[in-house]
């Protein structure tokens, strides 16, 4: 399969905590985007990164790509109960204008 | 307007029923997509539309019928669906194929079928 793999599949944090999940994936790919996905409802984009970049920031968001590993990592730092969802990651391989979802990662911040 | 909307909410049909599901979007984005996603599970791929021409099926099976009457509106028609095919429908849509934007997701449309 194409798809990106993520882990951990869950994360269970304080408030106030950073949380970091991480995704790898198997083919060279154009850019890397995670969404967040609130139970039973559409994603969410949130960053997109560039297979020529190396790292990006968002506000409390921080995502790196390692090309030479294949994997990438989201960083969410000083978590809020508000950020409970689902993470995921997708590739987007070159020259195959498709999206591959990754497996995802179950956040659970405690207030 | 960084909207997509679908309806309806929720759906819940028999196997023997017609049924649509409609998507809108006005942010002038030239690519549609139609994703099938089980609980706990990323989204399936199951159609694009480029420039309101379907330019990718992923083997999807024919009681799904997707359509593109203008470069806003997406329909999925369903008929004769089985059970298994109960899931969360979600729309998406982005600037061009290319994938080198984001995609714009819809809240999604709750599919049971009994």
């Known amino acids: 399969s194409q798809q990106g793999e993520e882990d951990p599949q869950a994360l269970s944090i304080q408030e106030g905590e950073n949380a970091t999940m991480n995704c790898s994936y198997k083919?060279?790919?154009?850019?890397l985007q995670w969404y967040r996905q609130n139970s039973g409802r559409g994603l969410v984009h949130l960053i997109l990164?560039?297979?020529?970049?190396r790292e990006k920031h968002s506000g409390r968001l921080r995502v790196t790509l390692d090309t030479s590993k294949k994997s990438s990592s989201l960083l969410i730092t000083a978590s809020r109960a508000a950020d409970t969802a689902s993470y995921f990651c997708?590739?987007?391989?070159?020259?195959?204008?498709?999206?591959?979802f990754g497996s995802g990662t179950k956040l659970n911040v405690k207030p | 307007d960084t909207e997509v909307t679908q309806t309806p909410k929720h759906l819940v049909m028999g196997m023997t029923n017609k049924k649509s599901l409609k998507c809108e979007q006005h942010?002038?984005?030239?690519?549609m997509y139609w994703y099938k996603q089980k609980a706990k599970k990323p989204p399936e791929l199951m159609f694009v539309?480029?420039?309101?021409?379907?330019?990718i099926n992923e083997s999807v099976p024919s009681r799904f019928s997707p359509e593109c009457p203008n470069s806003s509106l997406l329909n999925l028609h369903l008929h004769a669906l089985q059970p298994e095919d109960s899931a969360l429908y979600l729309c998406?849509?982005?600037?061009?194929?290319?994938?080198?934007?984001?995609?714009?997701f819809g809240p999604g449309t709750r599919l049971t079928v009994t």
């Open positions: 997708a590739t987007v391989p070159y020259n195959f204008n498709k999206f591959y």
């Open positions: 083919t060279s790919i154009n850019n």
């Open positions: 990164i560039r297979s020529n970049e």
């Open positions: 539309y480029s420039y309101e021409k379907l330019s």
């Open positions: 942010m002038g984005h030239r690519a």
């Open positions: 998406a849509s982005s600037q061009d194929p290319s994938n080198s934007y984001e995609q714009y």
